[in-house]
């Protein structure tokens, strides 16, 4: 029942938003990071061919061992990605929620460009209140 | 209009060769509130054919008084109106001015609509001539009509008798900007300033109105709408007195 980590992940595949929540992940360099999400990228955009009906969604959800990584897709090809500990009953309306404060924060914001990374304090605020 | 110095705000695009001489001519009048050039403004169609949709200029004023727009929308647009003045200046001041000049063309609006509405709906209808009184009504009537809801203080400032201030803890149009700390003197409400301005203008009151950022650990998005008085205002004003 804990929140590790939350990352957002542009339509390309950058990374633009990633925050640790409490210490339950090692961290790893920005780099690193990158990488993670390059990858789940590639992943995802597998997964969302191998559908047997046509093209599907993708990975929703990826289990491991002790953590568990819940994935949100957006129309517009953005993805929230929520790691949490394996039994994480609210990971999906927590994501819902993160994308309508996405959605306020960040969207109707004048300084924001799209597909970059995300620097909006209300957003980094919001987020706070909502994962505590 | 009898303020001295020339007051650019009608013109969005060019205001620093506007001389006050321009304002007054009927020349001007296209660039100051840019008229749809074509469909007619036929106010002779008075039952309009089924399945057309009335001109905007022929729809009763009165049927839109508590109507609601999307907040969403809105904050959409006024996003986008943010981007387009920032792609066309050179600093925070020319953006904040270039906001005011905007504000400044919605207010002239409001202040039309409302005086329109209070002489329709009210059997004594009353035109504030004294600046409290006024700056009252902006703090609870503009803003509920504008806003959807009051404005949260007015003040006096201690140190200028020609200063007041507006106070709102939370304006809705700035709600979802997160200006960057590179920029951290812009404030937003410029556009709520210059509709301040214009209201003010209207009423007979020129004055310069500015908004300010003044966040508190309650309220980080409090939001100071600074008024400062033409001098001509406070002579009379004074005249009024006795």
């Known amino acids: 029942m804990t929140i590790f980590g939350l990352w957002v992940i542009n339509k390309a595949g950058g990374l633009v938003y990633q925050r640790n929540f409490g210490d339950g992940l090692p961290s790893q360099t920005s780099n690193e990071y990158l990488v993670l999400a390059g990858t789940l990228h590639g992943i995802h955009a597998i997964t969302s061919r191998l559908s047997p009906t046509g093209s599907g969604s993708g990975a929703q959800v990826i289990e491991g061992e002790s953590f568990k990584m819940t994935i949100f897709l957006t129309p517009t090809g953005t993805k929230f990605v929520l790691l949490t500990s394996p039994i994480e009953p609210t990971a999906e309306t927590v994501l819902q929620k993160v994308y309508e404060i996405y959605a306020d924060a960040v969207m109707k914001n004048p300084f924001h460009t799209p597909e970059m990374p995300i620097r909006s304090e209300a957003f980094d605020t919001r987020i706070a209140a909502l994962i505590k | 209009m009898s303020y001295p110095q020339?007051?650019?705000?009608?013109?969005?695009?060019?205001?620093s060769s506007l001389t006050s001489l321009d304002h007054l001519s009927p020349a001007s009048s296209s660039t100051r509130f840019s008229l749809p050039a074509a469909p007619s403004i036929n106010t002779t169609l008075a039952t309009p054919r089924?399945?057309?949709?009335?001109?905007?200029?022929?729809?009763?004023?009165?049927?839109?008084?508590?109507?609601?727009?999307?907040?969403?929308?809105?904050?959409?647009?006024?996003?986008?109106?943010?981007?387009?003045?920032?792609?066309?200046?050179?600093?925070?001041?020319?953006?904040?001015?270039?906001?005011?000049?905007?504000?400044?063309?919605?207010?002239?609006?409001?202040?039309?609509?409302?005086?329109?509405?209070?002489?329709?709906?009210?059997?004594?209808?009353?035109?504030?001539?004294?600046?409290?009184?006024?700056?009252?009504?902006?703090?609870?009537?503009?803003?509920?009509?504008?806003?959807?809801?009051?404005?949260?203080?007015?003040?006096?400032?201690?140190?200028?008798?020609?200063?007041?201030?507006?106070?709102?803890?939370?304006?809705?149009?700035?709600?979802?900007?997160?200006?960057?700390?590179?920029?951290?003197?812009?404030?937003?409400?410029?556009?709520?300033?210059?509709?301040?301005?214009?209201?003010?203008?209207?009423?007979?009151?020129?004055?310069?109105?500015?908004?300010?950022?003044?966040?508190?650990?309650?309220?980080?998005?409090?939001?100071?709408?600074?008024?400062?008085?033409?001098?001509?205002?406070?002579?009379?004003?004074?005249?009024?007195?006795?």
């Open chain 2, 6 to 15: 020339p007051h650019p705000r009608f013109s969005v695009l060019s205001s």
């Open chain 2, 50 to 242: 089924p399945g057309v949709r009335p001109n905007v200029y022929d729809r009763n004023l009165n049927k839109t008084r508590a109507a609601e727009v999307s907040a969403s929308a809105f904050a959409f647009l006024f996003s986008e109106v943010v981007q387009y003045t920032q792609k066309r200046v050179s600093g925070i001041a020319d953006l904040e001015r270039r906001l005011n000049t905007l504000g400044y063309r919605v207010g002239v609006r409001v202040v039309e609509l409302m005086s329109w509405r209070n002489e329709s709906s009210s059997k004594t209808p009353k035109r504030e001539i004294r600046f409290l009184p006024a700056l009252m009504s902006i703090h609870t009537h503009v803003w509920r009509t504008v806003f959807g809801k009051p404005a949260d203080a007015i003040e006096k400032s201690v140190e200028n008798p020609d200063e007041y201030m507006i106070i709102d803890n939370d304006p809705p149009i700035t709600r979802n900007v997160s200006v960057p700390r590179d920029m951290s003197q812009l404030s937003c409400s410029s556009f709520t300033a210059g509709i301040v301005e214009a209201v003010l203008d209207g009423l007979g009151f020129p004055a310069r109105v500015t908004a300010h950022n003044t966040p508190t650990d309650a309220f980080p998005n409090r939001t100071t709408i600074l008024i400062k008085l033409d001098k001509a205002v406070l002579e009379r004003e004074e005249a009024l007195k006795t």
